[in-house]
């Protein structure tokens, strides 16, 4: 896994914007209608989601190597 | 890792009040990280706006910050201009309220090429008021008050921004998210009139009474149909139509804007008796 994904859940309205949007299907909405990480390994960090995100509420950092 | 554009937001009024998928976040995102990008000081920086769903925008960023009457964000924006042009100032407004309610003063802030950067917020509709049809709902689309589809032709809010005199008119999409950034960060770059048409999703109002109820399928349409002005240029006639529009700079001219011409006449009739 190279990226972190941070979610910052009171602010997901769970508009789906970033589900679709996610070139590899990393992400779902949850029963609750908000963002959950599905597969997690999955993520290029590519960003999309976080570009699109109209509520803020999810950002992708690419994993520094130590 | 924290952003660092969470900085101009007011914290403590988040989540903002916009429906789930409305693209007024994605256009007031993109406007705060266009000041970020060109560095404007915080607190030289002026937001107004006027009233409608776009124009709540002002309430979430932390700047100094106006929420004016209808329609009449751009006169507000134009007297804290005259009464101190060192602010940069930033009208957030609604297609109704600047083509609809304020179409006149957007006109004459146009003509008097007045400093301003203008987001106008393109939803399509009146969101917050129940879904009536604006001035930029497209002919044909459903709306409250156009249950048979809207028969009024549309308003190009970009050409009438240009033959009214502004300076620097651009549009983008919430699709396009940093070139939405660009676009206004250009704008404040601008000394006159900079007028960017932000086209945002409105899922609620629009979109359902349209059969795109989805946030993702209204991106999705901008993604289609929005062509580059470049490339837009060389599309032959036959190959522009349905909905297909323009996005990016789309006019640009230099004008004396209107404090440097008002400091002249300050000039000529003695000084402002400091």
Same mark, same amino acid.
């Given at each position: 896994?190279?990226?972190?994904?941070?979610? @910052?859940l009171?602010?997901?309205k769970?508009?789906?914007?970033?589900?679709?949007?996610c070139?590899k299907?990393?992400?779902g909405?949850s029963?609750?209608?908000?963002?959950?990480?599905l @597969? #997690?390994?999955?993520?290029i960090a =590519?960003?999309q989601c976080?570009?699109?995100?109209?509520?803020y509420?999810?950002?992708?950092? @690419?994993k520094v190597a130590? | 890792?924290?952003?660092?554009?969470?900085q101009?937001?007011?914290q403590?009024r988040?989540p %903002?009040?916009?429906?789930?998928?409305?693209g007024?976040?994605i256009?007031?995102?993109a406007?705060?990280?266009? !000041?970020?990008?060109?560095?404007?000081?915080?607190d030289k920086t002026? !937001?107004?706006? $006027?009233i409608g =769903?776009?124009?709540?925008?002002?309430? *979430?960023?932390?700047?100094?910050t106006? /929420?004016? #009457? /209808?329609?009449?964000?751009i006169?507000?924006?134009?007297?804290?201009?005259?009464a101190n042009?060192?602010?940069?100032?930033?009208?957030?407004?609604g297609? &109704?309220?600047c083509?609809a !309610?304020?179409g006149?003063h957007?006109? %004459?802030?146009c003509r008097?090429?007045?400093?301003?950067?203008?987001?106008?917020?393109?939803?399509? !509709?009146?969101?917050m008021?129940g879904g009536?049809?604006s001035?930029?709902?497209p002919?044909?689309?459903?709306?409250?008050?156009a249950? *048979?589809? #809207?028969?009024?032709?549309?308003?190009?809010a970009c050409?009438l921004?240009?033959?009214a005199g502004?300076t620097?008119v651009?549009?983008?999409?919430?699709y /396009?998210v940093? /070139?939405?950034?660009?676009?206004?960060a250009n704008?404040?770059?601008?000394?006159?009139?900079?007028?960017?048409?932000?086209?945002?999703? =409105?899922?609620?109002a629009?979109?359902?009474?349209?059969?795109?109820?989805d946030?993702?399928?209204?991106?999705?349409w901008?993604?289609?149909? #929005?062509?580059?002005?470049a490339?837009?240029?060389?599309?032959?006639?036959?190959?522009?139509? $349905?909905d @297909?529009?323009p996005? &990016?700079l789309? *006019?640009?001219?230099?004008e004396?804007?209107?404090?440097?011409a *008002?400091?002249?006449?300050?000039e000529?009739?003695? $000084?402002a008796?400091?």
């Amino acid at each position: 896994m190279n990226s972190e994904i941070t979610l @910052k859940l009171p602010r997901c309205k769970g508009c789906g914007i970033c589900v679709a949007f996610c070139p590899k299907q990393v992400l779902g909405l949850s029963e609750l209608g908000k963002v959950v990480i599905l @597969k #997690a390994d999955d993520c290029i960090a =590519c960003g999309q989601c976080e570009l699109r995100c109209p509520d803020y509420a999810i950002f992708v950092d @690419k994993k520094v190597a130590k | 890792m924290e952003r660092s554009f969470e900085q101009y937001f007011r914290q403590n009024r988040l989540p %903002h009040l916009w429906c789930p998928g409305c693209g007024n976040g994605i256009a007031t995102k993109a406007i705060v990280q266009a !000041i970020e990008k060109k560095g404007l000081d915080r607190d030289k920086t002026i !937001i107004v706006s $006027g009233i409608g =769903c776009s124009s709540r925008a002002s309430g *979430y960023m932390d700047f100094d910050t106006l /929420h004016t #009457a /209808h329609g009449r964000a751009i006169p507000f924006a134009t007297g804290i201009k005259l009464a101190n042009p060192e602010l940069n100032v930033v009208v957030i407004t609604g297609d &109704g309220d600047c083509t609809a !309610i304020g179409g006149n003063h957007f006109i %004459h802030g146009c003509r008097r090429n007045v400093d301003l950067t203008v987001v106008l917020f393109n939803n399509n !509709i009146y969101g917050m008021t129940g879904g009536q049809a604006s001035p930029m709902t497209p002919t044909g689309k459903k709306a409250t008050t156009a249950p *048979y589809g #809207a028969v009024d032709p549309t308003f190009d809010a970009c050409k009438l921004a240009e033959a009214a005199g502004a300076t620097y008119v651009a549009r983008s999409t919430a699709y /396009h998210v940093q /070139h939405l950034t660009d676009m206004i960060a250009n704008g404040f770059d601008n000394k006159g009139f900079s007028f960017i048409e932000a086209m945002v999703q =409105c899922p609620t109002a629009y979109g359902r009474k349209n059969k795109m109820s989805d946030p993702v399928e209204l991106m999705k349409w901008m993604r289609d149909n #929005a062509v580059m002005k470049a490339a837009w240029d060389k599309l032959p006639e036959d190959k522009k139509v $349905g909905d @297909k529009f323009p996005i &990016g700079l789309l *006019y640009q001219d230099t004008e004396v804007d209107y404090a440097t011409a *008002y400091e002249h006449v300050i000039e000529v009739a003695g $000084g402002a008796g400091k």
